[in-house]
């Protein structure tokens, strides 16, 4: 299956240049069953790595658009009253989809926010006292806009929470933003073919999960979060989730680098993405106490 996984990433990468280590990182996020926030400006290239994901894994998809004027039901369904056969019948909503992109998250209200949360963590939703499971498997690539931007509600930390890992795909290199507009190539995810079925995709997720996880590596992840809890420079530290969360997400990036073991590197690799959310840290400075951590907390020998 390493094979499959790499050439995953080449093609990816057709599509968005010059962002292997993002597309990696989103990868990892998926193979390890957990969901993708990703915070960047408009025109960055959010939506298209969401369509192609969904299209190079060959898994239903849906978008929605959120909007101030967003209700929950636009989201999960509603019971609608059938005249004919007099009685209610549940219309599915878009999250019904195994790929959902939650589009501009943070221009909802709290209430839809807590909504597509709420089902995140659930994999079912609820209407009317009747449970209804979503498809398997249920990735949501949430996208969010600065927070500094007019309209948008932040998502509390609990719910941040929710999500294994948060990225920011960042400006293009010159070169790749060159190559973009000299070439006159548009980012067409619709031509990328479909590279693994759902059967591949388990066996992927099922192969992360017996990745060997040594003691020494443990005990480098317990001194990281231990360290975020006793830091005065730090307005928040890393739960027993967090440092879950950080082992599950070494072991699926060992795992496209091609090796059954997790190394330190490994877990410095996805320290930023799955742990800086819940740190409550943004921008330059947020990068800045990251590396603060890393370099603070040695590396078992």
């Not at 693994?196 to 443990?218: D, F, G, M």
């Not at 690799?269 to 890393?294: K, M, P, T, W, Y």
Request: with cysteine; proline share 5%; net charge negative.
């Amino acid at each position: 299956m390493q094979h499959i996984v790499t050439t995953i990433i080449d093609d990816l990468s057709t599509v968005i240049f010059g962002k292997q280590q993002q597309i990696k990182l989103a990868l990892a996020c998926l193979f390890s069953e957990g969901h993708l926030l990703i915070e960047d400006l408009p025109g960055m290239g959010k939506t298209t790595l969401s369509h192609a994901l969904a299209a190079v894994l060959g898994l239903s998809y849906q978008r929605i658009q959120f909007t101030s004027d967003l209700l929950p039901a636009d989201i999960i369904g509603t019971n609608i009253f059938n005249n004919k056969e007099h009685s209610f019948s549940f219309h599915k909503g878009p999250i019904f989809s195994q790929v959902v992109l939650a589009d501009e998250i943070n221009r909802a209200g709290p209430k839809t926010q807590s909504s597509l949360l709420e089902a995140m963590e659930e994999q079912q939703v609820t209407v009317d006292g009747e449970k209804y499971l979503l498809p398997t498997p249920f990735f949501v690539i949430a996208t969010q806009n600065p927070l500094y931007q007019a309209g948008t509600y932040p998502l509390p930390e609990s719910q941040l929470d929710r999500f294994l890992m948060r990225i920011s795909l960042g400006f293009p290199p010159k070169n790749a933003e060159k190559r973009l507009l000299l070439n006159n190539q548009k980012r067409d995810y619709s031509q990328l073919p479909q590279r693994i079925n759902q059967q591949q995709l388990k066996q992927i997720q099922e192969s992360i999960a017996n990745i060997t996880l040594s003691a020494p590596v443990v005990d480098y992840i317990i001194e990281l979060v231990t360290y975020t809890r006793e830091a005065q420079s730090l307005s928040a530290s890393l739960s027993p989730r967090a440092s879950m969360a950080l082992a599950k997400s070494a072991k699926a990036w060992a795992y496209i680098e091609g090796r059954d073991f997790v190394l330190p590197e490994d877990v410095q690799a996805v320290f930023s993405s799955v742990c800086q959310h819940r740190l409550g840290l943004h921008s330059e400075a947020g990068n800045n106490q990251i590396a603060d951590i890393l370099k603070h907390v040695l590396v078992p020998v």
